[in-house]
């Protein structure tokens, strides 16, 4: 009573969201394209194969010429010409002509059809071979067998990739065979990061009494190089105003998309993070209905977004994965971020305040059902919950309760236990 109520969690993100636009499309060397996203249609400018040719070792042929062709009575064929892989054999075949052709070999004039070695009697394939004089063949084949045609996996025209998609290995591949040295990309958001606090000390530092290691740098640094951006970490501010406000301008002049901070937004003595932005941008300060993540804190920093996140490590963490990802996954150009969510059976009962929570889980799969666990002490400050979790177990808002054997909504974040 009398407090300002909690802003339910899907409400906030999409406030945050119509803040983020995709950025620019730049062209980017094809072997630096793994991961990136496309941002163009990608349309093939040539047939794929680009000619007819051979899909086995063999000969080309007439087929007409090894109709009747059998292991008891083949049919002899001339050798006039060899045709291995990356040459064009200048003839047109004869009746009664057979070129010996290589696997990716043009398919050479005159045939209509490649004869596999296997079905002739020269079987040999082992390197340096000449060809025969000529060769027997001991089956028939039909009109196209063994060929290849041009555009058979691609049409020149087509429409091959879709802007919005991570590259994958296999794309790249599709790309270099469309002969696309320069690929549109998005480019990559950057992200600034830092900590705050003046208990925190970097990792190759001891800690002295009262001190504890800066884990959120590592944590953040790591999720948005694993969304697609690029991170720029600045460190640890202390908390005091001087401290936070340069790490801040420093954040700006590295010319970042957004600014990411943990810890110092909450309503402390010692949090300046929160006044150092409203003097010189605008913030929108939000309690969430959500758990752990309370306090969220999203601005503009002299015109840059900056995202506020709490310090506590699991916090810091969740509050991420649902704001700070799907901004950048927008910023990225891939739209909205797909969650894998499935029902799962509660092996044991479980309580909340009321908010929307996500809480740390291991799920596992047990006759065919996928049965969740909650990993210990859910602490926001317990990171251990999370290190130990593959899921996070979502209560919707409003749900105090649920007991031993009731299903509820898992979002897998690693592999099933
Ligand atoms: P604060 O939001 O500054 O009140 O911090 C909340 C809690 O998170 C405190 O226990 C902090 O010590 C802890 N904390 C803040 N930043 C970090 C960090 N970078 N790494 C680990 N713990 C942190
Ligand atoms: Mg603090």
Known sequence: LGETPLLPVQEARQRLLSHFHPKDSVLVPLDQCAGRVLAQPVVSALDLPPFPNSSMDGFAVRSADIASAQPDSPSTLKVVGDAPAGNVVDL??????????????????????????????????????????????????SAGDNIRPAGQDVRRGETV???????????????????????????????????????????????????????????????????????????IARDREDEVQAVLDRAVEQGVDLILSSAGVSVGAFDFVRMVVEEHGH???????????????????????????????????VGFQVFVHPALSKLGGTGGVERTERRVVLQEPIESDGRESYLRAVVKEQDGRLLASLTGHQGSGNLRSLVQANAFLFVPSGVKSLRAGAEATAWLFGDLA
Request: aromatic share 6%; hydrophobic share 45%; proline share 12%.
């Open 283 to 317: 913030l929108e300060f939000w309690k969430l209905d959500m758990r752990p993540g309370k306090p969220l804190t999203f601005g503009q920093y002299r015109d840059v977004p900056f995202v506020g996140l709490p310090g506590n490590p699991v916090a810091a963490y």
């Open 161 to 235: 990739l879709q802007p919005g998609k991570r590259l994958r290995p296999q794309d790249l591949g599709m790309l270099a065979m469309m002969g696309m040295a320069q690929v549109p990309v998005y480019a990559r958001p950057r992200v600034a990061i830092f900590s705050t606090g003046d208990e925190l000390v970097p990792v190759d530092q001891p800690l002295a009494p009262g001190k504890i290691h800066d884990a959120n740098t590592y944590t953040l640094v790591a999720l948005v190089e694993s969304v697609g951006a690029e991170a720029v970490p600045l460190g």
């Open 92 to 141: 047109v075949l004869q009746p009664g002509q057979a070129v010996r052709i290589m696997t990716g070999a043009p398919l050479v004039q005159g045939a209509d059809a490649v004869l596999p070695v296997e079905d002739t009697d020269f079987n040999y394939r082992q390197p340096g071979v000449p060809a025969p004089e000529q060769v027997l063949a001991l089956r028939p084949v």
